[in-house]
């Protein structure tokens, strides 16, 4: 296989395989199917998919706030643990820390498991309305829908000055100064009769513009809002869009924690701020059947998009057979699913379509088995028996050697 390239550079900042993949540091779990993605930035191309939902999502912001809203695309996603984790207050035993859920350089710096890993900095630079697009990195299992790589939007914050606990606070204020920094200034009507406080004045808000934006993509449509937890804000919600007979979660949100904009040079404010998954909504917006083909370059499937065309539904070209193998082991205490899908993934790239658990039990000694099955298939062109068995020869000897479980 042709070697990754030795440098790529994002947002001025040369990356260098040796820089990331780390073979032999045990700090380090990022393989070179990781690191070949990085620098791609798919939804900075005007004529990909992710690049359309992007620049729709652009002009919902230019459209409803004016000269508001500055846009960062090509931040580093290089980060530290915290950037990624303390700076959003992610509590230290959270999952979302560990070397089985996200990709470590080293023990202090991360592959971006998600664009709010940028949020305090920019806070700290003075910035007030903001948009973060980039590429995000979860290790995570293999379907059509999750993929170790994956784009988002995080849109933080409408910031306003709390002018809304007293009147005497509301009347204390200069105007013309608030106004000529662009703060949304709110007159006494908006928050005296509604018997709302900063934070529910702010949900209100967030939840409006969100709705807003959801009617922009998709056009007239049905949706609800569930209440959920995110360490960084509270109230925190989900929004789900009914699309082709099913809940479909969009984004997550909330009303931004005091403690982050505190931190930050920001007391007297609230803010909120979500973070919406690119892929998801393309898939639904232009009717593509799997995630992995975001990556594809085949003409076949890169032809069909082109800039300013949103929606515009993705006709398949031949679909061709999955094969299916199945694979048994003994799990041992350290066995994960995303390290099996790491090994698959290493071996197969996008040829694995989908790594499935099929069954699952315990004996009578206590040992638990599990079967896996794998489909391959690419997207496309046909697959010989002689690849796909080699495949499966190769991920039963590192799934042995690497996993450490007992094939049966
Ligand atoms: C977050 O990442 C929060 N940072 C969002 C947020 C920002 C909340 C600001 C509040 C304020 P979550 O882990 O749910 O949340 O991911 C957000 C979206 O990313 C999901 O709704 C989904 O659309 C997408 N997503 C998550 N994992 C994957 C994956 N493996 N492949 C593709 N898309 C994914
Ligand atoms: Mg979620």
Known sequence: AAAAEAAVEVGGVKIAREDVVKEDDPTNNVPDTIYSKIGLQLHRRDNHPLGILKNTIYDYFDKSFPGQFVKFDDLCPLVSTKQNFDDVLVPADHVSRSYNDTYYVDSQTVLRCHTSAHQAELLREGHRHFLVIGDVYRRDSIDSTHYPVFHQVTVFPRLYLNVFKTRYVMNSIDLSRIQMEGFRVFSPDDWSGSGMDGTAYAATDLKKTLEGLATHLFGAVEMRWVDTYFPFTNPSFELEIYFQGDWLEVLGCGVTEQEILKSNGRTDHVAWAFGLGLERLAMVLFDIPDIRLFWSNDQRFTSQFSK???????????????????????????????????????IAGDLVEEVKLIDNFTNKKGMTSHCYRIAYRSMERSLTDEEINDMQWNVREEVKSKLRVELR
């Open 308 to 346: 300013g065309k949103l929606g515009v539904k993705f006709k398949p070209f031949s679909k061709f057979p999955p094969c299916y193998k199945d694979m048994s082991f003994w799990i041992n205490d350290e066995f994960t699913e995303n390290n099996l899908c790491e090994v698959v993934r290493g």
